[in-house]
């Protein structure tokens, strides 16, 4: 199979909670355990478990119901979707925090 090209945002890493495979490792909000928060990095990459290497989950779990570009192009929409949400949630936390600070500023006004 093709190299899965990943950047190492680690968005999939912190949304573990969305999937059934990894319960086990959720830290209890939704972010792996052995994800180094500061560098993005598996703490256990060596001996990750077979579902978060592309390759290895293709071989093992899914080379029966998608053929390999098939499934590349599933994990890259996957991705991206990640992507997506983050890109949104910190717009709208910009947002909240120039409503909450616009707020503040009127009242004090006041
Ligand atoms: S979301 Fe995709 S690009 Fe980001 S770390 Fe996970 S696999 Fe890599
Ligand atoms: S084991 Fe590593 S690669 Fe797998 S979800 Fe946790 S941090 Fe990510």
Excluded at 48 to 69: M, T, W
Excluded at 88 to 108: A, G, P, T, W
Aim: net charge negative.
């Amino acid at each position: 199979m093709e190299k899965f090209n990943c950047d190492a945002c680690g968005l999939c890493c912190r949304h573990i909670n969305r999937s059934d495979w990894l319960e086990d490792f959720d830290s209890g909000n939704g972010v792996c355990k052995y994800l180094n928060t500061d560098t993005n990095l598996c703490k256990i990459y060596d001996t990750r478990p077979d579902i978060c290497s592309v390759e290895r989950a293709y071989k093992k779990y899914f080379s029966d119901q998608y053929s390999e570009e098939e499934f590349l192009r599933i994990n890259y929409e996957a991705c991206e979707i990640l992507k997506r949400e983050e890109k949104l949630f910190d717009k709208m936390k910009e947002m909240y925090e120039r409503d909450k600070n616009l707020i503040q500023h009127r009242s004090e006004e006041l």
